[in-house]
């Protein structure tokens, strides 16, 4: 039987997944607080719709950087997909490309970038990116993700240091079996060949001037992945970046940083309008986006899911995935009174008398 629910679909991956794998997938740093808060954050906001507003079947899609999308729910960048399944990040990038979704294929994937975009077959891809110390080693696979067609890169900037994942240490889960590595991590070799993988590196000296190089080194769109503070949302605005993805590294680094919903407001408010917000971090239902939308973002991305389904039934489970939370926003959005994301608002998120009375003593 098909899973009916996000939730369902995580249970039938665990029954299929190795034990330690699935920690992989599922866990978080340290306690595991910020994991919980991201999903808490959206069961304890409740929506209150408006009626008889005549709207019609709700319109969901939508441009981001230029990429039409066919409902504002991207795909996160989520490493290690043949570890889910063995059609890996190929099947992930075939059923987005199905689906008209937009999918960010991690820097981290199982699969060259090359072989993802030839499995797309014109779906659109962006692509993450760790900043590498060595800048020749992140010039080059630049202009390989650009010589792939990617649309943008999406610069994760929340991991200066690695998070503590005790699940992976309690599992001894500390490399990826035989015969996977990250394949974009392969520096080309003499003939067209591809060198052993070099281990990711993060860096505690990556700055701002690392995304000013950046941005003179490709001509790409630039996603930041992993902003929480609104004084960081600002310094992305003035150095000219094309987009932010508030992230707290669905609870992977820090441990104890809110929820990404309840971070998402003063982002907005420092943003103005002036740049797409995206945020991911919890996003299991319709509802859960509705919520998202309401307080400003653009879009959501989801990273958990897409590997519960892929590991569940492969490429045909990411599309179920995909299906579900489209089906379940436009059901919400129609309980909403809701047209097209311009009708979703704060006006629809009810603020228990309890929160206003903490915000107001
Ligand atoms: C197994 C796993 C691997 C991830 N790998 C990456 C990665 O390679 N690069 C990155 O920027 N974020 C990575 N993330 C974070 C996701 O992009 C995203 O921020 C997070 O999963 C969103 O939360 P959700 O899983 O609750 O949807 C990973 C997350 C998970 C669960």
């Known amino acids: 039987m098909k899973a009916l629910s996000l939730r369902e679909l995580e249970a039938e991956a665990q029954r299929r997944l190795e034990p330690g794998a699935y920690d992989l997938f599922a866990g978080g740093a340290d306690d595991e607080v910020t994991l919980r808060a991201n999903e808490n954050a959206f069961a304890r906001l409740g ?11 709700p319109q969901l899609e939508t441009t981001l950087l230029g990429c039409r999308t066919s409902m504002p729910i991207v795909i996160a960048p989520t490493a290690f997909h043949r570890l889910a399944h063995p059609d890996g990040e190929r099947a992930t990038a075939r059923a987005a490309a199905a689906a008209g979704a937009i999918m960010t294929v991690s820097m981290a994937s199982t699969t060259a970038i090359e072989e993802i975009a030839e499995a797309s077959a014109g779906g659109t891809l962006w692509f993450q990116l760790y900043l590498q110390p060595d800048l020749g ?8 993700v650009e010589a792939a067609g990617c649309k943008a890169l999406v610069v994760t900037v929340d991991s200066p240091v690695f998070g503590r994942r005790e699940r992976d240490l309690r599992n001894g889960f500390t490399d990826l079996p035989s015969g996977l590595c990250c394949e974009n991590m392969r520096p080309a070799g003499p003939g067209g060949t591809r060198g052993p993988a070099r281990p990711i590196a993060f860096s505690e000296a990556l700055s701002w001037e690392h995304i000013d190089w950046l941005r003179k080194s490709t001509s790409l769109p630039l996603v930041l992945k992993g902003l929480v503070h609104p004084a960081d949302a600002k310094m992305a605005l003035e150095r000219g970046v094309d987009a932010v993805l508030v992230s707290n590294h669905g609870g992977r680094q820090l441990d104890t940083i809110p929820a990404t919903l309840e971070l998402l407001p003063p982002i907005a408010e420092a943003i103005g309008g002036r740049l797409p917000i995206l945020l991911d ?3 299991r239902r319709g509802t859960d986006i509705v919520k998202a939308l309401a307080l400003g973002a653009n879009a959501v991305a989801i990273g958990r899911p897409v590997l519960w389904g892929l590991a569940a039934e492969g490429e045909a489970g990411v599309a179920h995935v995909l299906e579900t939370l ?4 436009e059901r919400a959005m129609a309980l909403c009174g809701c047209g097209s994301a311009s009708d979703v608002g704060p006006e629809l998120l009810h603020v228990s008398r309890w929160e206003k009375q903490c915000r107001t003593s």
């Not at 009626?51 to 079947?57: K, Q």
């Not at 080693?137 to 390989?144: Q, V």
């Not at 489209?326 to 926003?329: A, D, P, Q």
Request: net charge positive.
């Open 326 to 329: 489209r089906s379940e926003l």
């Open 137 to 144: 080693f992140t010039e080059a696979l630049i202009r390989r």
């Open 281 to 283: 971090g919890g996003i």
């Open 47 to 57: 929506l209150v719709p408006r009626v008889l507003r005549g709207r019609g079947r």
